[in-house]
């Protein structure tokens, strides 16, 4: 769990007069705003595929003697959503394996028999045959000769492993770009928020 936070001090003589709840209020309603719009800005841009994340992100407030305190949380890869990714580390297979599995357009143009699905079984081969050799495999024009020649036809196991391997080399190679879903969402809500407790400091309405 990825968990931000936001904490106020209140003093003594503003607890006497309501000021703690009516701070305590308004970063309930703001955090309530920042979750709603985060969930907005993950599913336009269709980046919650599985809907964990989306369901994942919520808020609450803890209340001390001197303090309250706002928290956000979601699972921890949307950290990984927001700031994107550099070049480098390849991310698990299996945990892209498992989000192709519940990605239901996931799947290769023509089917899991067409061209693309061959290819992607090719380069699993070239992959698996270079690991073996501890360096590179063939080339994968003859892997897909060779597969052509005796006819061998791709399974969507196969092909979403070969795939998930693809997207994490891509992703090891090219990094991920930034997709700030969650600081578009506060800065949407903090000048309001912000405004609200200057006038409820103030002994505004």
Do not use: C, H
Not at 62 to 68: C, V
Not at 80 to 91: A, D, F
Not at 164 to 179: E, L, Q, S, V, W
Request: proline residues 5%; positive net charge; glycine residues 12%.
């Amino acid at each position: 769990m990825f968990t931000v936070a936001v904490k106020t001090k209140v003093r003594a003589s503003d607890l006497a007069n309501g000021l703690g709840d009516r701070i305590g209020s308004e970063l309930d309603r703001a955090g309530l705003q920042v979750v709603s719009l985060a969930k907005r800005e993950l599913r336009d841009g269709e980046k919650s595929a599985t809907g964990k994340l989306m369901q994942s992100l919520q808020s609450g407030v803890e209340t001390t003697a001197d303090s309250r305190r706002l928290w956000i949380g979601m699972l921890g890869y949307g950290r990984w959503v927001e700031l994107g990714r550099k070049p480098g580390k390849e991310p698990p297979v299996s945990a892209i394996r498992k989000w192709l599995d519940r990605k239901p357009q996931a799947r290769p143009q023509g089917g899991y028999t067409g061209e693309q699905a061959k290819l992607t079984l090719a380069y699993s081969i070239v992959n698996r045959i270079g690991a073996k050799r501890g360096g590179l495999g063939p080339p994968i024009s003859a892997i897909l000769d060779w597969i052509d020649d005796r006819g061998i036809k791709p399974d969507r196991d196969t092909v979403l492993w070969g795939w998930a391997r693809m997207i994490a080399a891509g992703i090891a190679k090219n990094g991920i770009a930034p997709f700030p879903f969650f600081s578009k969402a506060v800065a949407a809500v903090w000048p309001e928020f912000t405004d609200r407790v200057t006038r409820a400091l103030r002994g505004g309405q």
